[in-house]
């Protein structure tokens, strides 16, 4: 096996669970009206994207090939660099603003003096 679906496999095993014991991959590329079967023994799984739209699949082949499709982010992640970034940004203009208001305060009093 090569790296690349070694690294495949393990997302998939994150997102959907364990490969099942009788588990048979399909290409379904060629057939544009394939619908997937639910499965009664297989929970739920919520899926999002890129843009933070989800699906609910109720199979591991309907889950699977939702993740091979990029159906394989996690939206706190996203939001969790956007805090970061806010806060760096809040905590650079807060420290340039108190810098400018020290330097006039300073200013003020010495020349008052």
Request: include cysteine; aromatic fraction near 18%; charged fraction near 20%.
């Amino acid at each position: 096996m090569n790296k690349e679906f070694n690294s495949s496999n393990e997302v998939i095993v994150e997102f959907c669970g364990e490969y099942p014991s009788d588990f048979e991959n399909k290409d379904i590329s060629s057939d544009p009206n394939f619908v997937f079967e639910n499965d009664p023994t297989y929970a739920a799984v919520k899926l999002f994207d890129i843009d933070g739209n989800s699906v609910f699949v109720n199979s591991f082949f309907e889950c699977q090939h939702y993740v091979k499709g990029g159906w394989d982010h996690i939206p706190l992640q996203r939001n969790e660099s956007f805090y970061h970034n806010s806060l760096f940004i809040f905590s650079v203009v807060s420290i340039i603003l108190g810098f400018i208001f020290i330097k006039k305060y300073f200013q003020v009093g010495i020349s008052n003096d």
